[in-house]
């Protein structure tokens, strides 16, 4: 894809979506982390309604650990993986507590060092909690970033470093907000909703309906 194209896509994305945010509910930079952990395989709808409660007894690392495994897994028993899941939440909350004074580490290897962090989880709290100009790929960014051209790639990283090549600097910082909440709302997975699409002008998919 042409650079103009790709400046034209998130000019009309961001004029349709201009405060585009994670629909995930936080309300500190470890509740964030604790929320993008429990996402994986996950809605954020079904991960929203688990830490309501969760945060209410729990939202700090000490706190969290206090807790303990058990009142952990009765409150987000609800989110598939849930038994591997409040293990990494333990184990990430003894690590944050013995190497980082309870807070939410802003290094990358850091914070992939954490049980149940990989490298999508780390570019969300770079980019959300910290400002850092990154792109965390998922399922929707992965599938809108082949499906219109924007950036094709085999693998995660790939349409991360695709992404990163083509994407203005303008749009950087909000680029993988905005083309998730297109890929969960309009570029839909079995059926893309076309005839609606602010980008398809400039989308390079064959099968626009």
Do not use: W
């Not at 969760?54 to 650990?65: K, Q």
């Not at 990163?164 to 907000?177: G, M, S, T």
Request: hydrophobic share 40%; net charge positive; glycine share 4%.
């Amino acid at each position: 894809m042409k650079p103009i194209t790709a400046k034209r896509i998130f000019t009309s994305l961001a004029e349709a979506n201009p405060k585009p945010t994670t629909e995930l509910t936080y309300k500190s930079n470890f509740e964030l982390l604790i929320a993008v952990m429990l996402s994986a395989q996950a809605t954020d709808i079904s991960v929203n309604k688990a830490t309501r409660k969760l945060f209410d007894l729990a939202d700090t690392a000490e706190t969290m650990l206090a807790l303990g495994e058990k009142k952990i897994k009765r409150e987000i028993k609800s989110i598939g993986l849930f038994n591997t899941k409040t293990k990494n939440i333990i184990n990430t909350c003894q690590i944050l507590i013995e190497k980082h004074q309870g807070l939410v580490p802003k290094v990358r290897s850091q914070l992939e060092a954490l049980p149940g962090v990989g490298r999508k989880t780390a570019n969300v709290i770079l980019n959300t909690a910290f400002g850092e100009p990154t792109i965390a790929v998922d399922t929707h960014v992965f599938r809108v970033a082949n499906r219109t051209g924007l950036a094709r790639g085999k693998t995660p990283l790939a349409v991360e470093q695709g992404l990163l090549d083509i994407v203005p600097n303008p749009f950087i910082q909000n680029a993988h907000h905005l083309l998730i909440l297109h890929g969960r709302y309009t570029c839909v997975a079995r059926e893309p909703l076309c005839y609606n699409c602010t980008i398809r002008s400039y989308c390079e998919f064959n099968d626009k309906n």
